[in-house]
C-alpha cells in the first residue's frame, strides 16, 4: 500500500534506521515524507546523508507535521518523552511504540484524554538487514486501517504478525530475544570447528553459511524441521552421532526454558512498568 502524508520519528537510533531504509527501499515512502527528532547530531547528519531524511534535534515539528509517529526511543525515557510532548499530541495523530516492554496501558495513560490511537510493536534486531519479524498490538480505538499503516510499515523490514497484546511476552521471549541465542548458536559452532582443527576463518565462513542453508531449506516449507534433519541423519553415521551428544545435554530442553525464562521475565518488567515500581533496561 502507499502512504500518505509525513511519517514521523522520535528518536533516530538503529531501529529507526532499519525502518527508514526498509520503507524507503520497498517505496512505501518517499525520504521527503520522513522527519526524525534525535538529540544527536551524529546521529541527525548520518541519517540526512544516508537516507535524504530530514532529522531535527526536538520533536515539535514531528507532532506538528506528521500524523503518523513511531516511538523509537529506550524504554527508560519514553514516559518523559511522552510526557514532553503531551500538549502536542492531538487526535489525528496514531502512535506506534516499539519501546520494549512498555504496555499498551502505560502508553495509553501517558496520552489519555488526547483521543490519539496507539499501536505497541514487539520488533527484533534482523529488522537492521530488512529480516525482521515484528508482533503488532493494536490499542483503544485503532482502525483497520491505522492497522493496515503498522503492518506495512514492519512487512518492509520483515514479516510481521499482529497479535493480542497477550501473547507479546512470548514473542519477546522467542523473537525479541532469539537473535541472541543463534548467535550464541553460531558461536559455539565456530569455537567447535576451531577445536577439531580447522583454521578460525574457515570454521565461520562454514558456519555461518551452514546456519544460513538450514534456515532457506526451512524455510521453503516444503518439508517439516524434522524431515530435514532426517535427511542429514543417516544409520549409524556422524550427525546421529552428534545429535545423541545433543540429546545428552538436554539441548531442546535448553532451548525451551531460554525462551519460557525470557517469556517471565518480559512478563516481570511489564508488571514492574504498570505499577510504576521500574522500567526495563
Aim: glycine share 12%; aromatic share 4%; hydrophobic share 50%.
Amino acid at each position: 500500500m502507499g502512504f500518505s502524508g509525513k511519517l514521523g520519528f522520535v528518536g533516530g537510533g538503529l531501529m529507526a534506521e532499519a525502518l527508514i531504509k526498509g520503507i524507503t527501499g520497498a517505496g512505501l515512502v518517499q525520504a521527503g515524507q520522513i522527519l526524525v527528532a534525535d538529540p544527536s547530531s551524529a546521529r541527525q547528519a548520518l541519517l540526512q546523508q544516508e537516507y535524504k531524511v530530514a532529522a531535527v534535534a526536538e520533536a515539535t515539528a514531528v507532532w506538528a507535521e506528521c500524523k503518523v509517529v513511531i516511538l523509537a526511543v529506550k524504554p527508560q525515557v519514553i514516559g518523559a518523552v511522552l510526557s514532553d510532548s503531551r500538549e502536542k499530541i492531538q487526535a489525528a495523530h496514531l502512535l506506534i511504540s516499539i519501546a520494549a516492554g512498555i504496555p499498551l496501558a502505560v502508553l495509553e495513560g501517558a496520552v489519555s484524554g488526547r483521543g490519539c490511537r496507539v499501536i505497541r510493536v514487539m520488533p527484533n534486531t534482523p529488522a537492521i538487514v530488512l529480516k525482521g519479524a515484528s508482533a503488532l498490538s493494536p490499542g483503544q480505538g485503532v482502525s483497520p486501517e491505522d492497522l493496515a499503516v503498522a503492518t506495512s510499515i514492519f512487512d518492509a523490514v520483515g514479516v510481521s504478525f499482529v497479535l493480542d497484546e497477550a501473547y507479546l511476552d512470548a514473542v519477546t521471549g522467542l523473537s525479541g530475544s532469539g537473535p541472541a541465542y543463534v548467535f550464541t548458536f553460531i558461536e559455539a559452532l565456530i569455537d567447535a570447528g576451531v577445536k577439531v582443527g580447522l583454521a578460525r576463518p574457515v570454521a565461520q565462513s562454514l558456519a555461518l553459511q551452514t546456519v544460513l542453508g538450514s534456515v532457506l531449506l526451512a524455510l521453503d516449507g516444503s518439508r517439516h524441521p524434522a524431515e530435514l534433519r532426517a535427511m542429514v541423519t543417516s544409520p549409524g553415521g556422524t550427525t546421529i552421532a552428534g545429535l545423541h551428544e545433543l540429546e545428552k545435554g538436554a539441548f531442546r530442553a535448553l532451548i525451551t526454558n531460554a525462551v519460557e525464562a525470557a517469556t517471565n521475565r518480559s512478563c516481570e518488567l511489564g508488571r514492574l512498568v504498570v505499577s510504576g515500581a521500574g522500567k526495563p533496561s
